[in-house]
T-cell receptor, first 113, second 113 residues
Framework: AQSVTQLGSHVSVSEGALVLLRCNYS??????LFWYVQYPNQGLQLLLK??????LVKGINGFEAEFKKSETSFHLTKPSAHMSDAAEYFC???????????FGAGTRLTVKP | EPEVTQTPSHQVTQMGQEVILRCVPI?????FYWYRQILGQKVEFLVS????????KSEIFDDQFSVERPDGSNFTLKIRSTKLEDSAMYFC???????????FGDGTRLSIL
Protein backbone atom coordinates (compact mmCIF):
# COMPACT_ATOMS: atom_id res chain seq x y z
CA ALA A 1 0.00 0.00 0.00
CA GLN A 2 1.05 3.58 -0.54
CA SER A 3 2.46 5.65 2.32
CA VAL A 4 4.12 8.96 3.10
CA THR A 5 6.76 9.93 5.59
CA GLN A 6 7.11 13.45 6.88
CA LEU A 7 10.56 14.27 8.15
CA GLY A 8 10.45 16.47 11.20
CA SER A 9 7.45 16.53 13.48
CA HIS A 10 8.15 20.15 14.36
CA VAL A 11 9.67 22.93 12.26
CA SER A 12 10.30 26.43 13.56
CA VAL A 13 11.14 29.39 11.33
CA SER A 14 11.32 33.14 11.73
CA GLU A 15 8.76 35.37 10.09
CA GLY A 16 9.94 36.13 6.57
CA ALA A 17 12.17 33.05 6.36
CA LEU A 18 11.86 30.18 3.92
CA VAL A 19 9.49 27.39 4.90
CA LEU A 20 10.46 23.85 3.89
CA LEU A 21 8.37 20.89 5.02
CA ARG A 22 9.54 17.51 3.83
CA CYS A 23 7.49 14.62 2.53
CA ASN A 24 8.64 11.39 0.93
CA TYR A 25 6.23 8.89 -0.54
CA SER A 26 6.18 5.19 -1.26
CA UNK A 27 3.95 3.82 -3.96
CA UNK A 28 4.09 0.94 -6.41
CA UNK A 29 2.17 2.96 -9.00
CA UNK A 30 2.30 6.66 -9.91
CA UNK A 31 0.91 8.51 -6.92
CA UNK A 32 -1.42 11.39 -6.39
CA LEU A 33 -0.05 13.63 -3.65
CA PHE A 34 -1.65 16.28 -1.48
CA TRP A 35 -0.73 18.76 1.21
CA TYR A 36 -3.32 19.71 3.79
CA VAL A 37 -3.15 22.28 6.59
CA GLN A 38 -4.92 21.99 9.92
CA TYR A 39 -5.45 24.97 12.17
CA PRO A 40 -6.31 24.38 15.84
CA ASN A 41 -9.77 22.89 16.38
CA GLN A 42 -10.48 22.81 12.67
CA GLY A 43 -10.61 20.24 9.90
CA LEU A 44 -8.06 19.77 7.15
CA GLN A 45 -7.89 22.30 4.36
CA LEU A 46 -6.38 21.42 1.01
CA LEU A 47 -3.28 23.47 0.17
CA LEU A 48 -2.35 21.87 -3.14
CA LYS A 49 -2.36 18.63 -5.07
CA UNK A 50 -0.29 16.77 -7.62
CA UNK A 51 -2.15 14.48 -10.00
CA UNK A 52 0.42 13.70 -12.71
CA UNK A 53 0.31 17.03 -14.52
CA UNK A 54 2.94 19.74 -13.86
CA UNK A 55 5.55 18.64 -11.34
CA LEU A 56 5.69 22.08 -9.71
CA VAL A 57 2.35 22.69 -8.10
CA LYS A 58 1.23 26.04 -6.73
CA GLY A 59 -1.33 26.17 -3.96
CA ILE A 60 -3.08 28.63 -1.75
CA ASN A 61 -1.43 31.08 0.66
CA GLY A 62 1.77 31.22 -1.40
CA PHE A 63 2.72 27.57 -0.89
CA GLU A 64 4.08 25.34 -3.60
CA ALA A 65 5.43 21.82 -3.87
CA GLU A 66 7.54 19.97 -6.39
CA PHE A 67 7.06 16.34 -7.30
CA LYS A 68 10.44 14.65 -7.75
CA LYS A 69 10.07 11.06 -8.87
CA SER A 70 13.82 10.36 -8.64
CA GLU A 71 13.78 11.34 -4.97
CA THR A 72 10.23 10.09 -4.24
CA SER A 73 9.63 13.46 -2.64
CA PHE A 74 6.93 16.11 -2.55
CA HIS A 75 8.32 18.82 -0.29
CA LEU A 76 6.24 21.87 0.57
CA THR A 77 7.83 25.33 0.40
CA LYS A 78 6.95 28.95 0.88
CA PRO A 79 9.50 31.71 0.26
CA SER A 80 8.52 33.90 3.18
CA ALA A 81 6.76 32.67 6.31
CA HIS A 82 3.92 34.61 7.84
CA MET A 83 2.67 34.35 11.39
CA SER A 84 -0.65 33.05 10.09
CA ASP A 85 1.15 30.03 8.57
CA ALA A 86 1.57 28.50 12.03
CA ALA A 87 -0.39 25.23 11.88
CA GLU A 88 -0.07 21.47 11.41
CA TYR A 89 0.72 20.34 7.87
CA PHE A 90 -0.08 16.90 6.51
CA CYS A 91 1.19 15.24 3.39
CA UNK A 92 -1.10 12.58 1.91
CA UNK A 93 -0.98 10.05 -0.91
CA UNK A 94 -3.41 8.04 -2.90
CA UNK A 95 -3.25 6.23 -6.23
CA UNK A 96 -5.45 6.30 -9.32
CA UNK A 97 -8.92 4.89 -8.73
CA UNK A 98 -8.13 4.36 -5.06
CA UNK A 99 -10.02 6.17 -2.32
CA UNK A 100 -7.75 5.04 0.49
CA UNK A 101 -5.83 8.23 1.25
CA UNK A 102 -2.86 7.78 3.57
CA PHE A 103 -1.63 10.65 5.65
CA GLY A 104 1.77 11.39 7.09
CA ALA A 105 2.21 11.98 10.80
CA GLY A 106 2.14 15.73 10.31
CA THR A 107 4.59 18.56 10.83
CA ARG A 108 3.82 21.36 13.22
CA LEU A 109 5.07 24.69 11.86
CA THR A 110 5.87 27.42 14.35
CA VAL A 111 6.61 30.95 13.10
CA LYS A 112 8.60 33.22 15.38
CA PRO A 113 8.26 37.00 15.18
CA GLU B 1 -18.12 28.23 -0.67
CA PRO B 2 -19.90 24.95 0.18
CA GLU B 3 -18.64 23.18 3.28
CA VAL B 4 -18.79 19.78 4.88
CA THR B 5 -20.57 20.13 8.21
CA GLN B 6 -20.31 17.75 11.15
CA THR B 7 -22.42 17.45 14.26
CA PRO B 8 -21.97 17.43 17.15
CA SER B 9 -18.66 19.20 17.58
CA HIS B 10 -18.06 17.29 20.82
CA GLN B 11 -19.67 14.02 21.93
CA VAL B 12 -19.16 12.47 25.34
CA THR B 13 -20.32 8.88 25.72
CA GLN B 14 -20.05 6.12 28.29
CA MET B 15 -17.98 3.10 27.33
CA GLY B 16 -20.13 0.42 25.79
CA GLN B 17 -22.72 2.82 24.46
CA GLU B 18 -23.55 3.32 20.83
CA VAL B 19 -22.69 6.62 19.20
CA ILE B 20 -23.65 8.13 15.86
CA LEU B 21 -21.58 10.86 14.30
CA ARG B 22 -23.28 12.92 11.63
CA CYS B 23 -21.97 14.62 8.53
CA VAL B 24 -23.53 16.62 5.72
CA PRO B 25 -21.22 16.38 2.70
CA ILE B 26 -21.08 18.98 -0.04
CA UNK B 27 -24.23 18.53 -2.08
CA UNK B 28 -22.79 17.69 -5.51
CA UNK B 29 -20.10 15.37 -4.16
CA UNK B 30 -20.38 11.65 -4.78
CA UNK B 31 -17.68 10.16 -2.56
CA PHE B 32 -17.73 10.28 1.21
CA TYR B 33 -15.12 9.40 3.79
CA TRP B 34 -14.50 9.04 7.49
CA TYR B 35 -11.12 9.53 9.14
CA ARG B 36 -10.05 9.58 12.74
CA GLN B 37 -7.22 11.34 14.52
CA ILE B 38 -6.25 10.14 17.97
CA LEU B 39 -4.81 12.99 20.01
CA GLY B 40 -1.24 13.67 18.96
CA GLN B 41 -1.27 11.08 16.19
CA LYS B 42 -1.73 11.05 12.44
CA VAL B 43 -4.98 11.22 10.55
CA GLU B 44 -6.10 7.66 9.77
CA PHE B 45 -8.38 6.55 6.96
CA LEU B 46 -11.42 4.58 8.10
CA VAL B 47 -13.76 4.13 5.17
CA SER B 48 -14.88 5.48 1.83
CA UNK B 49 -18.44 5.31 0.52
CA UNK B 50 -19.79 5.62 -2.99
CA UNK B 51 -23.09 4.79 -4.64
CA UNK B 52 -24.60 3.72 -1.33
CA UNK B 53 -21.96 1.20 -0.48
CA UNK B 54 -18.54 0.98 1.10
CA UNK B 55 -15.86 1.20 -1.57
CA UNK B 56 -12.83 0.81 0.69
CA LYS B 57 -12.13 0.39 4.36
CA SER B 58 -9.07 0.15 6.54
CA GLU B 59 -8.16 -2.44 9.12
CA ILE B 60 -9.40 -0.06 11.78
CA PHE B 61 -12.94 -0.22 10.41
CA ASP B 62 -14.04 -3.46 12.08
CA ASP B 63 -17.49 -4.84 12.86
CA GLN B 64 -17.98 -2.20 15.54
CA PHE B 65 -18.21 0.46 12.85
CA SER B 66 -20.84 1.06 10.22
CA VAL B 67 -21.70 3.87 7.84
CA GLU B 68 -24.95 4.88 6.31
CA ARG B 69 -26.43 7.49 4.05
CA PRO B 70 -29.96 7.48 5.47
CA ASP B 71 -31.26 10.23 3.20
CA GLY B 72 -30.05 12.47 0.40
CA SER B 73 -27.92 14.69 2.59
CA ASN B 74 -26.60 12.96 5.72
CA PHE B 75 -23.70 10.55 6.02
CA THR B 76 -23.31 8.86 9.39
CA LEU B 77 -20.70 6.84 11.24
CA LYS B 78 -21.98 4.50 13.94
CA ILE B 79 -19.85 2.88 16.59
CA ARG B 80 -21.88 0.09 18.20
CA SER B 81 -20.20 -0.49 21.53
CA THR B 82 -17.65 2.20 22.21
CA LYS B 83 -14.29 1.52 23.81
CA LEU B 84 -11.93 3.89 25.56
CA GLU B 85 -9.58 3.72 22.60
CA ASP B 86 -12.29 5.07 20.30
CA SER B 87 -11.68 8.49 21.83
CA ALA B 88 -10.47 10.63 18.96
CA MET B 89 -11.33 13.37 16.55
CA TYR B 90 -13.45 12.02 13.72
CA PHE B 91 -13.38 13.82 10.40
CA CYS B 92 -15.85 13.47 7.57
CA UNK B 93 -14.80 14.37 4.04
CA UNK B 94 -16.36 14.38 0.60
CA UNK B 95 -15.10 14.67 -2.95
CA UNK B 96 -16.61 15.14 -6.36
CA UNK B 97 -14.96 12.06 -7.76
CA UNK B 98 -12.31 9.47 -7.13
CA UNK B 99 -8.88 11.09 -6.62
CA UNK B 100 -10.46 14.51 -6.53
CA UNK B 101 -9.49 16.71 -3.55
CA UNK B 102 -11.32 15.77 -0.41
CA UNK B 103 -13.04 18.53 1.51
CA PHE B 104 -13.03 18.02 5.27
CA GLY B 105 -15.42 19.01 7.99
CA ASP B 106 -14.22 20.52 11.26
CA GLY B 107 -14.52 17.18 13.03
CA THR B 108 -16.34 15.69 15.99
CA ARG B 109 -14.33 15.18 19.13
CA LEU B 110 -15.47 11.88 20.64
CA SER B 111 -14.65 11.31 24.29
CA ILE B 112 -15.36 7.88 25.79
CA LEU B 113 -15.59 7.74 29.56
Amino acid sequence: AQSVTQLGSHVSVSEGALVLLRCNYSSSVPPYLFWYVQYPNQGLQLLLKYTSAATLVKGINGFEAEFKKSETSFHLTKPSAHMSDAAEYFCAVTTPNNNDMRFGAGTRLTVKP
Amino acid sequence: EPEVTQTPSHQVTQMGQEVILRCVPISNHLYFYWYRQILGQKVEFLVSFYNNEISEKSEIFDDQFSVERPDGSNFTLKIRSTKLEDSAMYFCASSRGVNQPQHFGDGTRLSIL
